[in-house]
């Protein structure tokens, strides 16, 4: 009696995670799909393709689990130089992004809007052309029902950490560079030179570089019970200008803040984070 209830019980456990994989796998696939059906309207509508990240695979790989969520970052050179001119600061929010991700079982789409920028930075001259990018890839997938960022809450400079660098911006760019890529748990994903893809289009910028870099394991912890943050907190994003007095201005994303936006709360582990970023970045340029 007792080894056929050891043995019930052995194949219930292992029908149960079974059918627990076969439900993650699910989720898996309904963010993949609508991962590569952004991509495709994105490559249709003619966008740069800058960066795509995993990060519910990259957490994985080091050990920690979260919901499924893919972010894609994709440009318009000539449009973010348009938007730079009005306000180098809004490089923070540039180029455009997109996460599809899992939601308590139920596939989700979301991206930053025209509203956002308009609220946090101040623009009005180029609103209607980024609506009208925007409109280019998601009027492709509307069967996903893609959602902009609630902005009801958005002030200017809503959720922006500032630092004050004793450097130029090529200095700063280095040091930054350097004490990252130093970190035993994180990745460098690229940088942007926005003044010099401005050149390109005739509109002259101040010095402006975006630092583009993660850590899967943090992130991870970050993203568990919050996987839309994924859109604009992570990966992490560093823009670096040039202030009025030569000296380079950093500016990088208010974690705490940004959980409290899209989930109306947020936990120790994004207090850390800010904290360890904020030490982290000021010890390379204060």
């Keep these: 009696m007792t080894q056929s209830w050891f043995s019930f019980l052995v194949a219930a456990f292992v029908a149960c ?84 991700y899992d939601e308590g079982g139920v596939p989700a789409l979301s991206y930053t809007s025209s509203a956002f920028l308009a609220q946090r930075h101040g623009l009005t001259a180029t609103l209607a052309d980024f609506d009208a990018r925007l409109s280019d890839v998601f009027s492709q997938v509307e069967e996903l029902s893609p959602q902009q960022v609630a902005t009801q809450d958005i002030t200017p400079d809503f959720a922006i950490l500032e630092i004050e660098s004793k450097y130029g911006v090529k200095e700063t760019v280095a040091r930054l560079r350097d004490v990252v890529t130093a970190q035993s748990d994180t990745i460098w994903f690229g940088d942007i030179d926005f003044q010099a893809e401005a050149a390109d289009y005739n509109v002259s910028l101040v010095p402006a570089q975006l630092l583009l870099f993660g850590g899967p394991a943090p992130g991870g912890v970050a993203m568990a019970e919050f996987p839309a943050i994924g859109l604009d907190a992570f990966c992490q994003k560093l823009l670096v200008y040039e202030g009025s007095d030569g000296k380079a201005i950093v500016i990088f994303n208010d974690i705490a803040a940004l959980a409290r936006l899209h989930y109306g709360r947020s936990t120790e582990p994004h207090n850390l984070l800010n904290q360890r970023l904020t030490a982290t970045f000021s010890g390379a340029v204060e």
């Design 17 to 100: 995670a079974g059918i627990t994989a076969s439900a993650d796998e699910t989720k898996q696939a309904a963010v993949d799909q609508s991962f590569e059906a952004v991509q495709a309207a994105v490559s249709a509508a003619g966008l740069v393709e800058i960066i795509q990240i995993d990060h519910a695979r990259l957490a994985a790989a080091v050990g920690v689990e979260m919901p499924s969520a893919r972010v894609q970052l994709f440009s318009d050179p000539n449009l973010n130089a348009l938007v730079l001119k009005e306000n180098i600061r809004a490089g923070l929010d540039l180029p455009f992004r997109a996460l599809s």
